[in-house]
């Protein structure tokens, strides 16, 4: 008989809305699908968000209390160093016991970083855990991976090669993809353009047979069928993720507005709502992929944007399970051993 | 009695389109404003486009002949020592000798840029030009200056301090904005975010009170009204340029295929679209800004997008004729040397 799976461990506590769309997202998501929960916090918060939405007795969720908040402005050291008994260092001891099968948090990236590193550790030959976030393309199904989108400011050139590995796995068991086409994000695709560092990583990768590497991309490309796996270091990343919201927010808004001055068009966008509702929600809503996982870790962890309403949690959860189900984890240490990094870079 | 003013120099022949849309953006601007043009480039090749087109007799437009072309694949260096009777060179020659008021160019940025550098040279203080693109915002007729969008791949902290400067030197002549609320691009608010490179900058942008410095915004700020001067290196800026760009494609790309699922939504679509199509190119087609300005020269130019059609190449042409009226260049001057760099950074 195979043993049950283990639950996942929520941190209800870091985002920026507080424990109650956190605890909304649990519920959904083990209604939704055959998995348990370990919400993470304070446990009289959780109690009374679990009560007032009528699943104070649900058998699926547990509660485990952690006394203190890591707060968005906290430096990532306090997670280790100053608030030991923190939500997001409880949930992340709960997976490396064993106890539950992975950790989703909307808290503060740094300091789930901080706490992954020196609770789970690294994966054979990766220096730092990166972000992989996916990217909607248009008329595709299967989406562009942006990786790093945020872990890691400064990077040097085998750190992007790292990532270009871990993103290339992940390609294979998330999308999934055969053979993932993997770019490196540059402002020009002739191999004289790009940083220092980005022609260091792209001498690297060209090396390397095991990586389907097909030079580099431009910003454009990323939501085009240009790469499957984009190569950024996290500052860039999260500076275009971010803008790529921005943009998504600047053309529906003044779509909104250029449509308020015309009747036709008004009656038109009246007509058009249900279908361009569905598109919003199911493509270019943050929320409807859920958390990104930070890649690179011995342990899954999925990463919620702060605002995460409970649609995103829940759809981090789904993200997490699939991933544990798929043995992600597993699959990326047995392609990073044959890749055999301390070797190559 | 005042001077006549002088013609702009087009350089017709670097853009990915050939000669015939700079030709058709020359003919529509100097028909439309008070402006005379000297299109550089083949001669004959600009003469057939001219004659083609019913202008081969336009009083307002001169050929210069110009033999050699520099591609989007020569390196920077070309257009001084290989291709120096290349139609980018012949062009800035003309600004250079009091011949034209300024160079427009949908060429090879680093060619231009190149060009600039040895016949132009910068203004006081200035180590190295940048382009300074408008970025439209949500509900504000004043848009977002970016810079560098593209000229310096590698920043040091005192050059995008100097972009700041011009940015807000800039914004004052070109929005117009009193005191440019500036920004520095970053990974989030605080002030522990950004790389070294970043925070030194804000440390000495921080201390310049000719400079309204407003802190760190993120991408997703840049087309909402957080700031009116957004500073970056070339590298993010053109890597953010072409996200957006690219995001505003897949927003609307996705639209329309999620509209053609459902007959009502068709409908509302076709009612909605003279409303769409006035927003799409006021607002968000990049061609209603025309070029872009390389700041930091002591001449007038605007860098074209490789594929102006001929309405960008118009509106850039427009953009330039603007600028040189109202004496941007000198009031920019002015104030770098009122701001007196060298001793301050």
Redesign the interface.
Known sequence: MSKAPLPVAVDAMGGDHGPKVVVEGVISAVNDIDCEAIIVGKESEIKSCLDSLGAGNNPKIKIKNANSVVTM?D?PAVVMRGKTDSSIRVAFQLVKNGEASSLISPGNTGAVMAAGLVLSGTLPGIARPAIATLI????KSKPTVLLDS?AN??CHAHQLVQFALMGSCYARVALPVENPRTAL?S??S?P?????IIRAAAQSMSEMEELNYIGYV???????DSADVVV?D???G??????????????????K???E??L?????????????K??FSQ??DPASYGGAPLLGLNHMAIICHGSSNGRAIMNAIKVAKKFVDAELIKKMEQALISFDLKKRI
Chains 1, 2 share one sequence.
């Open positions: 402005d430096s909607p393309k248009v008329g945020g400011v400064d994000l402002n020009g002739e004289s353009k790009g940083t220092d431009e910003g454009r490309d990323i939501p085009k950024c996290g500052f860039v999260n500076l275009i993720l971010k803008a790529m919201e921005g943009t998504v927010e600047l053309v529906l808004d003044t779509m507005m250029s449509v001055r015309s036709s068009a008004k009656i038109g966008m009246f007509m058009a709502k249900p279908a361009l569905t598109l493509k270019l």
